[in-house]
Structures are given as C-alpha cells and as structure tokens.
C-alpha cells in the first residue's frame, strides 16, 4: 500500500490557487446578505421596523402582530436572495454554533404549496436539543429548551439559509447557551455605566461594550491534515520533530502571503464583508503558515457572533481552497500559538468613548473614572477573568513557557502610571481651591497630551491598556468570545456599581461636591488596587516569583483555574448583577471540567493509537531493513562483521530502546486513565491533568526520536516541515 504522506504531499504538491474575482467595491456588497438597516426600511411596514428598532436599542418587547409582521418581511427578503430554509443559529455550551434548518416550503392541501414564515417561527423554536451539554440544568428541573430570537443581532443568508440568531434557554427560565448570560452582562454594563456616566453627562442614557477581536489561525494543507489522525481528532499535533527550519528566522511576520493563502483570504474576505463582517486588516503571524483577521470593532453581542460565524465560514471556504484552519492554541509544539486578543472599550449614546481621554478636565475624569474602575475590576476579580479564558487547548499558552502567562496583571504604561500615583496623594475630604485647580490644569488636564506620545507597549501583559481601549490577549485562539465578554462586563458593572454608591454616600452624607468626591474614592482604589498593575516582563521568572508576593493568582491549569467560577464570590457576582443564578454558574463549570476531562482523555487515547499503529510498526519496519542488512553483512564478512556493521547494530538496539519506552509509558498512562475514568468531577479533571497528561510528553519525545531515525521513505505521517511549510 502507498505511504499516505507521499500521496498527500503530491496532491499538496499539484494544487493551484482558487481564481477569486472581485466582483464588486468592499463598500458596495458590505452586508448585502443581511437584514440589515437597510433591507429592514424596504421590506418591513414602519410600524414593524420602528418595534425592531426600539428592541434593539432599549430591549422593549416585540408583540406576537409585529412578529409576524416582522417574520413576512424577512421572509420576504430571504426569498428574494434565493434562501430556501431558514434555522434559528444559537450557541450552546459546546463554544460552537448551532443550526436546525427547516424549509419556508409548505404545502397548503389540494396538492398547493407556498412559502412560510410566521411570527412563532422567527420568535420562538424547539430545537431537538437533548444532545447539546446542558451541565445538569436540564436533568434537575426541565427537560426541554428553546431557542428565542435576538433582535439585536440582524439575521443573515448563508448559502441558501436564513440564520436567526437566538438565545437558547430551558423552560424554566435557566440560559442553555453562552449569548443569554452575555446579553444579560452588557445589560448590567449598561446600566451601571449609564449611571456612572451621569455624573458627567446627564444626556447619556445609554452605554455599549463594544469588542475588537483579532482571530489568529494556522493554514495546514488538507491533505497534509488528514493524513495526520492527531490533527484530524484533536485540533494539533501530538507528535512531529521540530522542523530544521523553524521561526528561529523570523522571516514569517509581515511576510508576503502566498498566492494559495492570499486567494483563500480574499475569498473569506469577500464572503465575510457580505455577512457584514467588517473585517479589515491581514497579515502574517509569528509562526510559519500561521496569520491573523481582525474587524473593525463592533457591539460586543454582535462581535461575538461575527467572531462565531466567522469562525464557520472560515472552515468552509479554507475546504474550498485545499486548506485546514487550525483555531487549536498550540497546533506546533516548539512553534509558537495563536491567541485571540479582545479589544475591548465602553461608549456611550452620544458617541462618546470612555475610555479616551477627551479635550476638557472634566471628560477627563470621566475618562479617568472608568479607567480606574477597570482596573479595580481586574484587581477584584483577576482569578475570575483567569478562569474565564481556561480550557485544554489554552493550557498550552497560559502556564506553559508561552505568551501570555497565567498571571493576570493590569499594564498601563509609565505615564498614566505616574497619574495615578500623583492622584493618589490627593488629599482625604474636601478639597482646597489650590487643589483643585492643580488637578485640572495639571494632572487631569494634561493627560491628552500624555497619550499622544504614549508609545509604550507591551506585549507580555494578558490585559493592556492600548490608548482608548483595553486589551485582553489571554483568550484562546479557539475560544467563543462570549465567555471572557460575559466575565469582563459583568465585574465592571459590579465595579461601577458600586463605585456610584461610595461616591453618592460621600456626596450626601460628608457634603463633598461631586468631583471632590470622584476623587477620594480614586483615590482609595489606586491604592487598592496597586498589586494587580504590573509593567515588567510577563514571561521572566522573576515576575511569577514577585507575583507570589503580590498574593496574585497563578493558576497554570484548567481544572486548577475553573474553581474561581464556583466560588461564594463568583456565584454572589453574578446573582447579584443579574448574569446568572448559581445552577447556571455550576451547569457552567459542570460543562467546562467535563470539556478538559474529554479533550485530555481523546488525546491520550489517539496518542496511543498513533504510537502503537503508526510509530512502532513503522520503526519496527526500518528496523528490520537494518537487520537484514546486518545479516548481509555478516554473510560477506563473517566474524568480522561487527567493523561494518557498528552504525546499523547501534541503531537496531536504540530502536528497541524507543520501542520499549512507548510501549511502557502507553502502559502507564492507560494505566492512570483506567483510574481516572473511576473518577467525577474536579477529581477526574485533576487525574487527568496531573497523572495522565504528563505521559503525552514521554511518549511523544520517543517517538519524535524515532521520527529522525527512521527512513524518511517510510514515515507514514506528514512531518512539521511539510505541514508548517507546503502551501
Ligand atoms: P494591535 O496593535 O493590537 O494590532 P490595533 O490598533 O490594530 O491594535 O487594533 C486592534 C483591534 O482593536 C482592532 O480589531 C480594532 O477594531 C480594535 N479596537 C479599536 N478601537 C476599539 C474600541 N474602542 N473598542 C474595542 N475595540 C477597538
Ligand atoms: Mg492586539
């Protein structure tokens, strides 16, 4: 039988690019394929598009009329593009999408049919969900779940299909899904930010979370991939030697794109910008063959669904091209991994960023109090935000000898470093008339101008201040969004929640004028807060040595990281902002041990396979290459063989030797799987992590041994320097 690698590195060899035309002007076919704006004003009545409208902005309710008023429109519209299902896409706690199509098609009797849609249809579905996780929720109290539409984010067509987005949620009232607990969180953002934001503005009546993510990826030849059973099952390697070339050049980054990779980008381009994803910049990452698509910002609960549906699309147009996208956080070992950094901010109504920094002293301090409160938000709930962004896959960057460390740490910069510190010698109670204008004209007044020259980055901290936004680069390449999105607006909320009613008990009860106030209780926050703010190296050692100090969380593992959602502080967080009850928060951490229990436990089994079926009998192959050799060499020289055969009796015995030390730790790990499997929970979660994910290394590195010995004509799976540099 042909060696499946050769036969896939020749079709990797005679692929061409895919001829992409550009059809039409970026501007022109952005959000051509949803039911935007736009295709609402001229396929729905005024009355139908005004109820969306106001949904949209104030969350009032659509009634059943308007519904079905709405649902013709849309129906309408999807016709007219040609769609002839529509499918309520929703999230489930898998971090993937879901869809359940069903055809508009209907038949009406006396052998007629029509097209329908009515208002039930778009508002509410029963999807057969009994397969999606549910952590429990559905066991103890209901056991159906629905999928109810989200107004504030449109529908769109793919393909043939008009996808509605939905929450999904059990009949009891519990969110099945990652969109209902995060719409709840810029709920509670908005309302607490809101109230903030009157202090300075009594216009604003409305605050939105917006999200900018950048989504690294690697692009693997398919055939390549599939010749790979690691990659196939689990997301990355689980064996391979490094490649003699690594990134060691650094020639990758910025680099030209090659015309395969640059044909499948204009294509998810194109495909993208009619989905209304406005996707802007390209380029080259770090790693060979890896790359990165980040948007132009959006509303978080919209940027999460771009993120999603992004995601979706991308798989299906890089099949189009020969491709496989791996989203796996560390697909290479030795290579570096792909994050998906969060760009994150709060705007108001009235266009305002609040976190920008504006002309006056007094958008100043507004700028400088949610500035503060965020920080004081990560300080409060830095272990949260850790366990936030935990999974299997993520392991691998967080904690392990990769950017950015578990440590969750606050960088600001030197400058609005040394704001901070001058405020917080701001004196206690009122303040004198001197003060004051020293403030305004000299600490708050001048930080515009500080920004302008803040060219101070760092890239090793998991959560930066970048000028007008914060940045959390610790999420996954792999992950859904919602889950830091939902974590980071609900402790901000708290935050500032809280911070209005400090600041309203000292203007009430000690008489302080309204900035006086803002400033003691800043003040009191720097100062709280002072141990989370970090500007040093992220990676060093010395930082995880002083973080210790610091009494900061470093949580390297995911079993070890999840334990912050379930704690009393977690479970009163999110109760008390309206996010989630505490079943919610326990189905969810449920959900996400079982997740890592699963994910180690397939890779260890596909290790085993890929060790036992493909390492050894090949090595044991070459190896009998070797001693046939051997005998033929023995046969022409007799006695004296040994002389001419010292190489290949060496190589016979380190063969053996790799052999054997597979077989033993393939052993022992099926060993502390079968102990693992008795357990539940946080226990089997633990096994798995420390007893039986430590064997993946030991096998690997013999393995990996082999690979340089064995004849190359004879490894049956793609190596690292085909699948990191064919294209
Ligand atoms: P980087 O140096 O990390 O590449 P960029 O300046 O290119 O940073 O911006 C990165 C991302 O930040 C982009 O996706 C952009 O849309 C997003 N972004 C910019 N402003 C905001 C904001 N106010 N809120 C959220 N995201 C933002
Ligand atoms: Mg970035």
Same mark, same amino acid.
């Given at each position: ?505 000292? %203007? ?9 106030? *803002?400033?003691?209780?800043?003040? /009191?926050?720097? !100062? #709280?807060? =002072? ?123 380190? %063969? ?9 730790? *393939?052993?022992?790990?099926?060993? /502390?799987?079968? !102990? #693992?499997? =008795? ?49």
């Amino acid at each position: 039988m042909s060696n499946i690698r050769f036969s896939a590195l020749r079709e990797t060899v005679n692929r061409k690019p895919v001829e992409v035309f550009d059809t039409e002007r970026k501007s022109e076919s952005f959000g051509k394929n949803v039911f935007n704006e736009h295709s609402m004003r001229q396929f729905m009545t005024k009355e139908a598009y005004e109820s969306v409208m106001n949904a949209i902005e104030f969350g009032t309710k659509i009634d059943r009329a308007t519904a079905n008023q709405v649902a013709a429109g849309m129906k309408d519209w999807a016709l007219s593009k040609g769609a002839t299902h529509y499918t309520h896409w929703f999230q489930p706690l898998t971090g993937a999408t879901a869809e359940k199509h069903d055809a508009f098609f209907e038949t009406i009797g006396n052998g007629r049919a029509m097209e329908k849609f009515a208002g039930g249809e778009l508002v509410q579905q029963e999807p057969d969900a009994s397969s999606f996780p549910n952590g429990g929720i559905r066991n103890t109290f209901e056991a159906r779940g629905y999928t109810a539409w989200d107004p504030t984010s449109p529908a769109f067509i793919y393909g043939t299909t008009l996808c509605i987005p939905t929450v999904f949620v059990a009949y009891t009232g519990e969110a099945l899904d990652n969109k209902a607990p995060l719409l709840r969180a810029l709920q509670a953002v908005d309302n607490a930010a809101t109230a903030v934001c009157k202090y300075f503005d009594k216009n604003v009546t409305k605050v939105n979370a917006s999200l900018g993510w950048e989504q690294e990826y690697f692009l693997i030849d398919s055939a390549l991939a599939a010749s790979r059973p690691d990659i196939n099952l689990t997301g990355r390697t689980l064996l391979g030697h490094s490649p003699a070339k690594g990134q060691q050049l650094d020639d990758h980054y910025f680099g030209s794109i090659p015309n395969r990779v640059m044909s499948f980008m204009r294509d998810l381009e194109q495909e993208s910008i009619l989905l209304g994803i406005p996707v802007k910049t390209r380029h080259n990452e770090v790693a060979p063959n890896q790359f990165e698509l980040a948007p132009i910002y959006e509303e978080a609960n919209l940027a999460v669904d771009h993120n999603s549906l992004l995601m979706d699309v991308m798989e299906k147009v890089a099949e189009k091209h020969g491709f496989r996208v791996l989203f796996h956080e560390k697909p290479f070992a030795g290579i570096n991994g792909s994050g998906k950094h969060n760009n994150w901010s709060l705007s108001t109504n009235t266009g305002v960023n609040l976190l920008s920094p504006g002309k006056t002293p007094m958008k100043n301090l507004q700028f400088l109090t949610f500035f503060v409160n965020t920080i004081k938000a990560v300080h409060d709930y830095e272990e949260l935000i850790r366990a936030s962004i935990a999974s299997a896959s993520n392991d691998h960057r967080l904690g392990a000898n990769e950017a950015p460390p578990a440590i969750i740490s606050v960088f600001i910069g030197s400058q609005l470093s040394s704001v901070l510190d001058e405020l917080e010698n701001v004196t206690k109670g009122k303040l004198s008339p001197e003060e004051k204008t020293d403030l305004k004209l000299n600490i708050v007044g001048k930080i515009p101008e500080i920004l302008l020259d803040n060219t101070d980055r760092n890239r090793t901290s998991p959560f930066a201040f970048t000028g007008n936004k914060f940045e959390l680069r610790a999420v996954g390449s792999w992950a859904n969004c919602a889950g830091p999105m939902t974590t980071l607006n609900t402790i901000i909320a708290k935050q500032l929640k809280d911070f209005k009613v400090e600041v309203d008990a000292l %203007i009430n009860t000690k008489g302080l004028k309204k900035d006086e106030a *803002i400033f003691n209780v800043l003040r /009191e926050y720097i !100062k #709280a807060s =002072k141990k989370i703010r970090f500007e040093g190296n992220g990676y060093g050692e010395e930082w995880e040595k002083e973080a210790v100090k610091r009494g900061l969380s470093n949580n390297k593992t995911t079993p070890e990281a999840l334990k912050a959602k379930i704690s009393k502080k977690a479970i009163d967080l999110h109760e008390e902002m309206g996010v989630m009850n505490k079943v919610e928060v326990e189905a969810r951490h449920e959900i996400e041990l079982e997740e890592y229990i699963l994910r180690i436990q397939i890779e260890g089994r596909v290790l085993g396979d890929i060790a036992r079926n493909h390492v050894i009998p090949t090595a044991v192959k070459y190896q009998n290459t070797l001693i046939e050799n051997v005998s033929g060499l023995k046969n022409i020289f007799g006695d004296n063989f040994r002389k001419h055969a010292k190489e290949q009796i060496d190589l016979i015995e380190k %063969i053996s030797e790799h052999i054997a030390g597979i077989n033993s730790k *393939i052993e022992a790990m099926v060993e /502390e799987r079968r !102990k #693992a499997n =008795k357990l539940t929970g946080q226990k089997a979660a633990d096994a798995y992590c420390n007893k039986v994910k430590p064997y993946f290394d030991q096998i690997r590195y013999h393995s990996d041994k082999l690979e340089m010995m064995v004849d190359d004509e004879l490894w049956p799976l793609a190596k690292y320097r085909e699948l990191l540099f064919t294209r």
